[in-house]
């Protein structure tokens, strides 16, 4: 038997693996797409010089990996993998699929701040979605926390829908790419709170305020906001593979250059790999790494 299961967010890995004559499933926990469906405007990757929304380019994605005959089950939550000789047992819901080959392509989940207030007013105020809550908040004040890539990106998507847009800090430099940068520093509706770090959030029925303190003198004030959008970080959820593979401390999953794992057929692809740059460029490429590499393993190409 030559079957690959994987839990593909971007369909290309599924795409090449069936293109190469394997058996392949993609199995997807909710609907295909994963990070980017939250995006607003994805402007780097290749081919669309005026850039893309998130929604639209997994769209094409899964048309694409459709094309090719690729079955996709939709609200399949992998549950548990193991392996028996050469066999892997995936259980999906309530079944289990074996298969020769896994690609793990889960990818991450925002990181939560951990202060008070902020599981209490999820849905009410605090958000972790520009793209999907920002419209919510129109001509309010908004306050979003960090200072890389998704913070800064989604702090200037908000900025065309709310009245104001505090950047809070924890340092006084930003970790977001410079072109990011130097938009949001001429952006007239953001305001950058920096060496702020958020200690409770507050209100009635929805956010009324966020309390901030200054990391230098400890002090702390009061932000009048509507909204607080929390971009501080992304961490990977790879419970559901057990012992199956290495981690780095941060609990993202180890691969060789053919993107295998220290398991025989078990491959990682996209940002729940540790590497040094998450895009949607970069998951492509893993994409077709890990298939290929996969398919080597099962043809008997790969010692
Ligand atoms: P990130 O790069 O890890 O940045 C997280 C930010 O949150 C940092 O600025 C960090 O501060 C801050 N932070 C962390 N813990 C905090 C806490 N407890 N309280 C307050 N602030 C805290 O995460 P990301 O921006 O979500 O990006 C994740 C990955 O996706 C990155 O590799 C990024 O490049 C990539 N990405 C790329 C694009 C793109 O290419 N357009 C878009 C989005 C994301 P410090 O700076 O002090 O550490």
Redo the contacts with the bound molecule.
Sequence with gaps: MRDTAGGLAKGRRALFGRRGGIKTILLEKVLPGGAPLNTGRIE?YPGFPDGISGRELMDRFAAHAKAFGLPVREFAEVLGVTQEGESFTVTVNDETLTARGVIVASGTEP?R?GIPGESEFVGRGISYCATCDGMFFRDLDVAV???????I?EALSLANIVRKVYVV???DAL?A?KILQDRAFRNPKMEFLWNR??VEIAGGQQVERLVIEDTKTGGREDLAVSGVFV????RADTGFLGDLVERDPAGFIITDEELATATPGLYAAGDIRKKM???VSTAVGDGATAAVGLERYILGARQ
């Design positions: 780097n990181v701040m926390i960090g200072g890389g890539d998704s913070a990106e800090h924890r340092r970790r790419q770090r958020p971009y501080v970080g992304y740059l998450r895009q």
